[in-house]
């Protein structure tokens, strides 16, 4: 089995430039994940592990391979070789380079009678994590992405999803693709914005819905309100006039799925 001490090794300084740059992960079609929760995850969701690197005295090679796959290429690394590589705080000693989906929509396979969150340009990897999570514990039937502004492998994404951005069927689009795949599908799609709207619990998604959350500076788009089925709207009840567009997503969402029996 192999083994890396040094951080200046070729591969090591590879890894690095996966961790910090979306180009370097475009141009491999590789990333890293960094745990084993998200590694088990990832596995389920159907990714490819590529290579293995574990913390000598932290794991087993057989733990690794159980984790991994039986097929996955093992690196033992030292402690000051992990540090370079780790992204977490925590430390659990195992880090895997898997291989990137394409995530394209017209691979996207939304079932009957679907539930979809769909985020316009969400910036901050942090929302979006969040709302894959909600979107993992409410079983949504898709997400979908239109206009992304930010690498779904970002390492902040993988991490704020806790996994999530795994377990989840994604899909990413401009936003005018994703509003003709919608309507391809004959799927409402509610957006939430203040605009011309009616309260969020006041419609009825228990048929095929879109669920559309925009950026918190700029909500939504025009094509998006062109596009609406109803525009929905929080109603604010506070000193402020609107919420953490995570936070939001989660409220629709929920509303949702209480209406169709959870």
């Not at 090679?61 to 796959?69: D, I, R, S």
Request: glycine content about 6%; proline content about 3%.
């Amino acid at each position: 089995m192999k083994q890396i001490t040094s951080p200046q090794n070729p591969l090591i300084k590879h890894l690095v430039q996966l961790q910090e740059k979306a180009k370097a992960r475009r141009q491999s079609g590789t990333f890293l994940i960094e745990g084993q929760r998200e590694i088990e995850l990832a596995r389920k969701g159907g990714y490819e592990i590529e290579t293995a690197l574990f913390m000598e005295g932290m794991l087993t090679e057989n733990e690794v391979k159980t984790l991994a796959g039986r097929q996955t290429e093992l690196i033992e690394i030292s402690r000051e070789v992990y540090q370079k590589l780790a992204y977490r705080d925590t430390t659990e000693g195992i880090i895997a380079v898997a291989k990137t989906k394409s995530l394209r929509l017209e691979d996207l396979e939304p079932g009957d009678n679907p539930l979809i969150l769909v985020m316009e340009a969400t910036e901050k990897p942090g929302n979006i994590g969040a709302m894959l999570r909600t979107a993992d514990a409410a079983n949504l039937d898709a997400v979908i992405i239109a206009n992304p502004k930010s690498d779904l492998y970002n390492p902040n994404i993988v991490r704020s999803s806790v996994g999530c951005l795994f377990t989840n069927n994604i899909a990413v689009g401009t936003t005018e693709e994703v509003i003709a795949f919608l309507k391809s599908k004959n799927i409402n799609i509610y957006c939430a914005t203040l605009q011309d709207s009616a309260q969020y619990h006041t419609q009825d998604y228990t048929e095929a819905s879109a669920l559309v959350v925009g950026t918190e500076a700029t909500g939504l788009t025009d094509e998006w309100r062109a596009a609406s089925t109803k525009n929905i709207i929080i109603p604010m009840q506070g000193a402020i006039d609107s919420m953490n567009v995570s936070v939001a997503a989660a409220i629709l969402i929920f509303e949702a799925k209480r209406q169709r029996g959870f």
